[in-house]
């Protein structure tokens, strides 16, 4: 029997009296024994009727909620847009949620009268479901059977909205959603996107009825029709206009002169990274991943992309999962590890405008839509690099004033290696040897810290404020210390290895670089100094036997929950990743910010130490403080006294060689590239967890060396 609803506003679109199958899920403030119906109208109006039930002395009642707007009133077509769910936040604090069966076609014409007025904002958009409809995603990784969601689909300012009370979910720009129709009243999407953390592939929204479907493809292909996808200068078009993609929102900031920063739709697809107008879809930048002058550097929530032809663009990811799917790109990899080879490098200057940096013989250029400055070497009064900061900084101080730019530890490095290698390349070609002797009187820094830094690293990483490493008082100390000891030293059995096989090669080939830049080919005993090589750092085994025995005593003694020990992030890695062989070509590995990582991470581990293994876990630290205290400084004696004599019989060859050069200009910068890169490595440190210098890790070696007692032989 229909109920007497009295005066309404508006055109019903739904009522559950005349509707089989309508049932209340849960209500509060209602009565306990009477029944509940629902009428929807479009003015939009929601009104509940309560029998107000039997013998309890309560009267039938209306509740009105009237406008009803989303999400108080949440109207919505679950399961493949098939039932009705409605959930209502009343006056009075009640509230109720009803669900029906399988609705008829008549039913979900009805429905769309409602023209999606529960939101707000519904009058402003080209398109609006009528309520919030069924949507099945697509995502790229399934995890087990994906549910649906019920939401409102929107098409507004050129974007394609999925939202949820008063939550926008996922979006696509228009021109890069792949729309087609789909079983009796759905719509296929195809275009990534992100949800919920997850990357999508695509969606399948159902709308009810043809009608529905209808009005909403014509909205789209009239908004792409509208849209002004205008190109831009490339090497080649990467897509074409309008192509499918992953795309989310990002921040940029250029090509345009003055214009600050603003919003964009990032566009990835399998060849180009394309950057376009959120509210006009027009195309601001693009970029071919695989144009062989492509640039990058930065990191996966921060970079500058560069071509000659467009840019230098900045770019901020808003969503750090976006970010990091864009650190992943191969071609962009690729990109980023030609970058610091290329005399070309992006960055940004401390006001955050995007600039592109390029070195040549009369000075370095920083230019980009704000800036274009020409700095001659001879101007500049001084040159300071800055990692501690919350942003990575060089301020280059010159006649003209001072330009701060900011990158990544990498590139700021690799800007601080240019700037000195061109300002040695103004030399003669006649100081060629003296300019060979001073970069191997600088070797013997880099030669103590490649062999023995990364364990005063670990050391410092383990130490904190103490002077030497003594047993913790505590559970959770003792674990943080022995997770970041078993990290810690299988780095350090790795990264020996390195020094034993790779060093060697490593040496030869910088100086057959050398050899080759002035016009000459490799020597037969640069590969007889190759073996030398060898030899002479065949000490390191002892400290390779030593760390290995001390790896195997940590495993013994203490029971560590791999699932509380740290796992390797590389979350935050910068995009520049050619840089670590570049300024560090042997310890090139990330394994002891990890084991700083696990000794300084607040959260408790799992670790048990026994009574009877603590006398043994007291034995483990005070080898380790031997370790460092006495018999590293020993070894690093003994291998240097090893090493350079090799090494400055490899210099006054390499001298001999390049004296006749046939290109005395390009020895000379050859020279002056590697007299620069040891002067600045040694003023950074190899990891941005732990801040020691390369050049205090060689000192302390000396200090440490020095202090120790040792035999004295008298000569005869």
Request: hydrophobic residues 45%; neutral net charge; contains cysteine.
């Amino acid at each position: 029997m229909a109920v007497a609803w009295g005066p309404v506003r508006g055109r019903v679109v739904f009522d559950s009296t005349w509707q089989q199958g309508v049932r209340e899920q849960q209500s509060t403030g209602f009565s306990w024994t009477g029944t509940r119906s629902l009428l929807v109208t479009d003015w939009p109006a929601v009104y509940v009727h309560d029998s107000g039930g039997m013998g309890l002395g309560r009267a039938p009642a209306v509740v009105a909620l009237d406008p009803a707007r989303d999400p108080e009133a949440s109207i919505e077509l679950a399961d493949n847009s098939t039932r009705l769910v409605a959930d209502l936040r009343l006056p009075q604090g009640r509230s109720i949620r009803m669900s029906s069966g399988v609705l008829p076609p008549a039913a979900l014409a009805t429905l769309t009268g409602l023209r999606g007025r529960l939101l707000p904002d519904a009058a402003a958009a080209d398109f609006v479901s009528p309520c919030a409809v069924s949507i099945t995603p697509q995502f790229e990784s399934p995890e087990g059977v994906e549910a649906e969601i019920t939401a409102y689909v929107v098409l507004a300012g050129g974007r394609l909205m999925v939202r949820a009370r008063g939550e926008v979910l996922v979006e696509w720009p228009v021109n890069r959603a792949a729309l087609s129709a789909y079983g009796p009243a759905s719509v296929r999407l195809r275009g990534g996107a992100l949800l919920g953390g997850r990357f999508l592939t695509g969606a399948t929204v159902h709308l009810a009825t043809v009608q529905v479907r209808q009005a909403f493809m014509a909205a789209a292909s009239a908004l792409n029709e509208g849209s002004a996808t205008v190109a831009v200068p490339m090497r080649r078009p990467s897509s074409t206009a309008g192509s499918a993609g992953l795309s989310a929102q990002v921040t940029i900031r250029g090509p345009v002169p003055g214009r600050p920063a603003a919003k964009a739709d990032c566009v990835l697809t399998d060849d180009s990274l394309e950057f376009q107008a959120t509210d006009t879809q027009r195309v601001v930048a693009a970029f071919a991943l695989d144009d062989p002058q492509l640039r990058v550097a930065g990191s996966a929530e921060r970079f500058v992309v560069f071509t000659p032809a467009h840019g230098p663009l900045a770019v901020t990811c808003d969503s750090g999962t976006f970010g990091r799917r864009l650190h992943e790109n191969t071609k962009l990899r690729e990109a980023a590890e030609r970058t610091l080879s290329s005399g070309i490098l992006p960055a940004e200057l401390a006001d955050g405008s995007p600039v592109a940096i390029a070195f040549a013989g009369d000075g370095m250029r920083v230019k980009g839509p704000d800036v274009n400055v020409r700095i001659a070497y001879d101007t500049i009064r001084g040159v300071e690099g800055d990692l501690a900061g919350a942003r990575p900084a060089l301020r280059v101080s010159a006649e003209r004033g001072e330009h701060v730019i900011v990158a990544q530890p990498e590139l700021v490095q690799a800007a601080h290696i240019e700037i000195k290698a061109w300002s040695y390349a103004s030399a003669t070609p006649r100081q060629i040897p003296d300019l060979l002797r001073a970069a191997v009187g600088l070797e013997e820094d880099y030669l103590l810290y490649t062999i023995f830094g990364p364990f005063y690293e670990l050391h410092a990483a383990l130490l904190g404020q103490a002077e030497e490493l003594l047993p913790a008082e505590s559970p959770e100390e003792r674990a943080r210390v022995a997770a970041g000891l078993q990290i810690g030293l299988g780095e350090l059995q790795r990264h020996l290895d390195q020094v034993a096989f790779v060093l060697p090669a490593f040496l030869r080939h910088r100086d057959a670089l050398l050899i080759r830049a002035a016009g000459g080919g490799e020597p037969a005993w640069l590969k007889q100094g190759e073996a030398a090589m060898r030899a002479a750092l065949a000490p390191t085994q002892r400290i390779a036997a030593e760390t290995a025995q001390l790896a195997a005593q940590v495993s013994r003694l203490v029971d560590l929950d791999p699932d509380a020990l740290p796992k390797v992030s590389y979350a935050g890695a910068a995009v520049s990743l050619g840089a670590a062989a570049l300024i560090n070509p042997v310890f090139a590995v990330s394994g002891l910010s990890q084991a700083y990582s696990a000794r300084t991470q607040g959260e408790k581990r799992k670790a048990h130490v026994t009574a009877q293994s603590e006398r043994g876990w007291a034995t483990v630290l005070e080898r380790w403080n031997a370790l460092i205290a006495s018999t590293l400084p020993v070894l690093s004696y003994v291998i240097t006294e090893n090493v350079f004599a090799l090494r400055w019989a490899a210099a006054r060859r390499i001298s001999t060689e390049v004296a006749s050069a046939k290109e005395p200009d390009a020895a000379l910068r050859a020279v002056a590239r590697r007299l620069a890169t040891l002067d600045v490595m040694r003023k950074y440190p190899a990891s941005p967890a732990v801040r020691l210098r390369r050049g205090e890790i060689a000192d302390q070696l000396r200090a440490r060396r020095d202090s120790l007692s040792t035999p004295r032989f008298t000569g005869f």
